[in-house]
């Protein structure tokens, strides 16, 4: 079985994560409080239920424990948002990422066990559903509803391997606009540049085509 993935809260950026990922076929539970953030976004997730996800006996009764990964996307309320977290990380959850209101409640959040806190000013919801499903990203800019720009970190297969070899545009139909270092940049590279170990590729193309170079990178190969 795939990843499985668990909505909690869906305002503005969780509905766009929620969406995301069910975009990438993902399975994808969405939950809120509201009855109708849940009928607003029913089409566009695997299941979307109405619950408080204060309560401990409504949480297990959801099955959530049997989630790889739960993101808390719940707005406003930083008091629900903690107890969640809480109850999540009791409840055995390995990955919970949450979104933080600010510093202060970052700090409390890393304190009680979050995985990874996110910032939604800073962090779109597209582009974290696509680094929760392929860690090696490190950035994803839409800039529209077919293309985008990834930031992708090289696996151990391609290092060495000249871009030519690879052969990336013909086989997925993507352009390297740059490679990337801690010591350097080489933008526009050429196809006999080498791909050194832990170079971060800079990559643009159709989303579809992203995609398939995602699984490529993620496999190893």
Known sequence: MGKQFAIIGLGRFGSSIAKALYDLNYDVMAIDLDSERIQENINTVTHAVQADTTDEVALKSLGISNFNVVVVAIGQNIQASILTTLILKEMGIKTVVVKAQNKLHA???YKIGATKVIFPERDM???VAHNLVTPNILDFIELSDEYSIVEIISSEGMANKT???L??????GVNIMALKNKSYINVAPSANDIIRKGDIMVLIGHNK???KFEDFVMNGK
């Not at 052969?167 to 997925?172: S, W």
């Open 107 to 109: 700090k409390v959040l």
């Open 125 to 127: 919801g597209v582009r």
């Open 163 to 165: 871009l030519i070899e």
């Open 167 to 172: 052969n990336v545009r013909a086989r997925f």
């Open 209 to 211: 085509d992203l995609r």
